[in-house]
């Protein structure tokens, strides 16, 4: 059963983040918002000006006490040791934002709007640096990667997951996941019979803390993972996660022997994954050809991969999930859960 936090709002949960101390902090519609303790007390309360959605939340990794929230076009910066009026407001997109990031030093944003654009906000300066332009949909996630400041990965509703680094106006490398999907049905991976096919719209993205390994969940009930190498990246690893879209994906740590990954979906389900490095490293990527057959071929390797990613726990949470947030809390490792309701729900994950 999961514990209910449920005294912080009486909108439905949209975001969700922690901090270094393990200060959550959750965005809700209307304009809510609150930071609560480690145990589910609320601590502070505000509705931004505007009564606009909050739609993403983060803490800054420098900084625990400064917390960066979007809502409509906006990011706000509040200082969570007194919250009150926002400390800094920058309108900077110009259509509601889907995702915010900071990167690990502290010196850039990143936001993700319904045009599909990433504004990239230089938090010296104050001022945006770089406008990134590629996607032809709305842009439902935009990521830094740790330990490279200047690199991040996009993906929307367009289907395209893109690698970018700042200091250039154009991405490095790009993927479509139709594509690849398509290459998945011709070979008949995960279908059966009857299945309708949901086009792979990606809805979330997750870097993981070595900063090379990243992973996608789509509206095709999938999660792919990408290993970047350079400037590209190639998929690794398909596996099908959900019944319906996978509208959350989290990485909530990583040691030598194990990546653990977890995942929400609109069919109500929070499940965790294991996914290992031995299965990452099963195939080893193939040399590009411009032939069909050498694609699918590399779609069948990561089909035989696949069986080896295995889901240790599945939550039947039972509502759409709005956000996922892996942490430990008073010693013990747990997912919070944001859905449709007013509550956020804290389940135990045990021993990992």
Request: with cysteine.
């Amino acid at each position: 059963m999961a514990a209910k936090w449920d005294s912080g709002h009486s909108n439905p949960v949209l975001s969700l983040a922690i901090s270094k101390e393990r200060v959550i902090a959750s965005g809700a519609e209307s304009g809510e918002l609150t930071i609560w303790s480690e145990q589910g007390t609320p601590l502070g309360k505000l509705r931004l000006k505007g009564d606009e959605d909050v739609t993403g939340v983060t803490f800054s990794p420098v900084s625990s006490s400064r917390l960066y929230a979007a809502h409509g076009e906006t990011v706000s910066v509040l200082d969570t040791r007194a919250l009150g009026d926002p400390v800094e407001t920058f309108s900077i997109n110009k259509e509601e934002i889907n995702c915010i990031s900071v990167n690990e030093t502290d010196s850039l944003l990143a936001a993700a709007d319904d045009s599909g654009t990433v504004k990239v906000l230089d938090l010296q300066s104050k001022k945006v640096c770089r406008t990134l332009q590629r996607h032809t949909n709305i842009c439902t996630a935009a990521v830094f990667r740790p330990h490279r400041p200047q690199s991040l990965v996009s993906c929307g509703l367009d289907m395209q997951v893109l690698l970018w680094n700042v200091q250039k106006a154009r991405p490095l490398w790009l993927t479509n996941l139709q594509h690849l999907a398509q290459d998945e049905e011709d070979l008949d991976l995960h279908q059966s019979p009857g299945q309708l096919f949901n086009p792979p719209l990606a809805h979330s993205l997750s870097v993981s803390s070595c900063g090379n390994v990243f992973c996608c969940g789509a509206e095709d009930g999938k999660i792919r993972s990408f290993r970047i190498t350079g400037t590209r990246f190639e998929e690794e690893l398909c596996f099908k996660a959900h019944t319906q879209g996978v509208s959350q994906v989290s990485f909530i740590g990583q040691d030598s022997g194990q990546t653990l990954l977890l995942s929400g979906g609109n069919d109500g389900r929070v499940c965790l994954w294991n996914l290992r490095k031995d299965a990452e490293h099963a195939q080893k990527p193939q040399k590009h050809h411009p032939k069909k057959s050498s694609s699918k071929l590399k779609v069948k390797q990561m089909a035989e991969a696949s069986p080896r990613v295995n889901s240790s726990l599945c939550i039947e949470h039972g509502e759409k999930v709005n956000w996922i947030l892996g942490a430990e809390l008073q010693g013990s490792k747990v997912v919070l859960v944001a859905d449709p309701s007013n509550a956020i729900s804290v389940y135990q994950l045990g021993e990992l």
